[in-house]
């Protein structure tokens, strides 16, 4: 079991940056896979990135490859995503989700936190 609480989030301009951050809690947090999503409005929930629980795997959707950075500090039970020259269709609610390998974060993730909003703006 892992509890996931997102920050980070907020308002920016189009081309500009922001970093995430998912604070991990519950027992041995570091075994868990964690990854990204977002979704926009009125659309479906969208695969971002994810890391491995010894950060030696890293994976990312082809819409964010280049741009995103995702990374993990499990001293400090924390995953974060910097987000670079963000597109103004990119504004939605950003979700931190994990579950035990990659794979699964990938496919199905088994928890989830509550999101945080990215507005960026054109």
């Known amino acids: 079991q892992v509890q996931l609480t997102e920050s980070g989030g907020g308002l920016v301009q189009a081309g500009g940056s922001l970093q995430l951050s998912c604070a991990a809690s519950g027992r041995n947090p570091h075994w868990f896979a964690v990854g990204w999503y977002r979704q926009a409005p009125g659309k479906e929930r969208e695969f971002v990135a994810v890391?491995?629980?010894?950060?030696?795997?890293?994976k990312y959707g082809d819409s964010v490859k280049g741009r995103f950075t995702i990374s993990r500090d499990n001293a400090r039970n924390t995953i974060y995503l910097q987000m670079n020259s963000l597109l103004s269709e990119e504004s939605g609610v950003y979700f931190c989700?994990?579950?035990?390998?990659?794979?699964?974060?990938?496919?199905?993730?088994?928890?989830w936190g509550k999101g945080t909003l990215v507005t960026v703006s054109s």
């Open positions: 890391i491995s629980g010894d950060g030696s795997i890293i």
């Open positions: 989700a994990a579950d035990g390998s990659v794979n699964s974060v990938r496919a199905r993730p088994a928890f």
